[in-house]
């Protein structure tokens, strides 16, 4: 039982909710299996209006198992998925688990460059891979060794293109069709890999300490590392969350699945949590409002968990249209600030409350949120999940706790939290202190009953649209260019939430700005949403004593004048 005078917070959670979880004894290829059985004919996946039930997707599974078996993946290699929100993404995941091997995501949309660094540490090779981005792991060096690429065409998945057609407004289908097809010479099909029989029910499953995940993030400092994520962190963060959305039922929910699955956001809440919850998963390749409302009318959303620009979007949208958005019981914001008239807008719209959540990939990833209730404070974080307990300590001396009420830095403990990085004793070091305590790298305050709020960042990661942005990474590749002497690459905050990436930039002598070029030799090496969406010049740049670029004293120089 908690103690309430340590844990205050627990006094503020909505009725139902409690202060500790049970803790997961078994794998989540155990927690998959239980579902199927269970769930049987019930939709499990919808993807452009074409259903898989429980026992179909457990069939998949379980061929795509005996696939990579054959393939010869064992227990601890690790696969690779480079793939959006689709059924063959649900398969591929929990194929690999199936077989204890360790599943690796990846943005699908990263550049060559990007993956590649990703690649060279965890070493991974099967890759499975959306068959528009193959083309990326095709170009990789030499040494990088990959035994085997498995493409997906999403148009596999698709149902009869008549029906299709039926269901969706013409643009969106045109474009989807354009956007999802294509072919990847040198590759195996992905139907190859499910053209077995099904995997021997007795070859040995993992269990729950194994490792099950390595997600990539910038982590509080620097380039990406592999958070290593066993399936008792991730089993247990689904058990959390479904605890949090007390009133949430076994194969009534519908959830939307718009947020990548590749995020750690995305991959506890519909690849854990919503199978646990054996409820339908609609599934969306990219967010698009269109695609959204159409599918309201058919398969009204019950969980809708975004960022909130999609929020906003949705809400604007269907209120112009007449649609309904009242189905939308649990409604969690995370990955970036919540606006206040976000909150507003949607309450308005929908009916129901929109509640901020906080967590990292490192706390696989929810370790905080807002009640669904109305003691949620609008404005803050929330209070910690069940099993989770928090301190506010010095920033310089994570040993010494701050008087309640002052700022310092938010640490964590519970049982989401994770192994530590992927061959990267260092940084676990620096992030996973003695007793199990992660260092979020965020300053926060924290009032009497916990209700926590964000007031600074330690780290210097970039918060754009949700993800994070290494501002280390994209001033490596400006430094690139001939032009640059160096860079400092930083946020501006976003009256609507959020930041964008702005660089400053050395230029060598003589050599006038020029921005368009800039973003373009970035676009060579860089994810879309890494580009810098201004790039000032600056003279006399501020160093160090080391003559490294002071990117704080920078970001106060450029940010009065944009």
Not at 54 to 70: F, H, K, N, S, V
Not at 447 to 464: H, M, Q, S, W, Y
Not at 491 to 509: D, I, Q, S, T
Request: proline letters at 8%.
């Amino acid at each position: 039982m908690a103690n309430t005078e340590q844990q205050p917070w627990v006094q503020n959670y909505q009725p139902g909710v409690p202060a500790e979880i049970d803790l997961p004894e078994e794998s989540l290829v155990a927690m998959l299996e239980k579902s199927v059985t269970e769930a049987g004919r019930h939709p499990a996946l919808e993807f452009f209006g074409r259903r898989t039930t429980y026992t179909e997707l457990g069939d998949q599974i379980d061929r795509a198992a005996e696939g990579l078996r054959q393939l010869g993946v064992r227990p601890g290699d690790r696969v690779a998925l480079i793939l959006p929100n689709c059924p063959q993404h649900v398969v591929a995941f929990y194929a690999a688990l199936r077989i204890g091997a360790v599943v690796v995501e990846h943005n699908p949309l990263y550049t060559s460059r990007e993956l590649r660094h990703q690649f060279e540490d965890h070493q991974a090779r099967v890759v499975i891979v959306w068959d528009k981005a193959a083309a990326a792991v095709k170009s990789f060096p030499s040494d990088i060794e990959i035994d085997h690429v498995i493409s997906v065409n999403l148009l596999e998945a698709f149902p009869l293109l008549k029906r299709l057609a039926l269901q969706l407004p013409m643009k969106s289908l045109r474009e989807s069709r354009s956007a999802l097809s294509g072919a990847a010479p040198g590759t195996m099909p992905w139907k190859s890999l499910l053209s077995h029989g099904p995997i021997d029910t007795s070859y040995p499953r993992p269990v729950v300490s194994d490792l099950a995940a390595i997600q990539y993030t910038s982590g509080t400092t620097g380039h990406p590392k592999g958070a290593m994520l066993t399936h008792f962190n991730l089993y247990s963060n689904a058990l959390q969350g479904e605890a949090w959305m007390a009133g949430a039922e076994y194969r009534k929910e519908i959830f939307y699945a718009i947020l990548p699955m590749f995020h750690a956001f995305g991959m506890t809440l519909y690849l854990t949590y919503g199978i646990r919850k054996q409820a339908l998963l609609v599934l969306f390749p990219k967010f698009d409002v269109d695609l959204v409302l159409a599918a309201m009318k058919k398969s009204p959303a019950t969980v809708y968990c975004a960022v909130p620009p999609i929020y906003e979007r949705t809400a604007m949208a269907a209120k112009e249209r007449g649609i309904s958005l009242r189905s939308c019981k649990f409604c969690i914001s995370g990955a970036m600030n919540l606006p206040d008239h976000v909150v507003e807008l949607w309450e308005s719209v929908s009916g129901g409350l929109l509640v901020e959540g906080y967590g990292m990939t490192e706390s696989s990833p929810v370790a905080l949120g807002n009640p669904f209730h109305p003691t949620r404070r609008p404005g803050t974080i929330g209070v910690p999940f069940p099993s989770t307990l928090m301190k506010v300590v010095d920033p310089d001396d994570p040993t010494v706790e701050v008087p309640q009420g002052e700022p310092g830095e938010l640490l964590l403990k519970g049982p989401q939290v994770f192994q530590g990085y992927w061959n990267n004793p260092e940084e676990t070091a620096k992030t996973l202190l003695p007793g199990g305590w992660l260092r979020t790298g965020d300053i926060v305050t924290v009032n009497a009953d916990g209700f926590t709020t964000i007031v600074d960042r330690a780290k210097e990661l970039v918060i754009t649209g949700g993800f994070n942005v290494s501002p280390s990474e994209v001033e490596g590749v400006l430094r690139l260019h001939p032009a640059v002497v160096d860079a400092a690459v930083f946020g501006k905050p976003l009256e609507r939430g959020g930041e964008m990436v702005v660089a400053a930039v050395e230029l060598e002598p003589g050599v006038a700005l020029d921005e368009e070029a800039l973003r373009a030799h970035c676009r060579e090496h860089l994810s879309a949403y890494k580009i810098p969406r201004r790039i000032v010049q600056i003279e006399n740049t501020p160093r160090s004593l080391l003559g490294k670029i002071l990117r704080k004293q920078v970001r106060e120089q450029v940010l009065p004048t944009l």
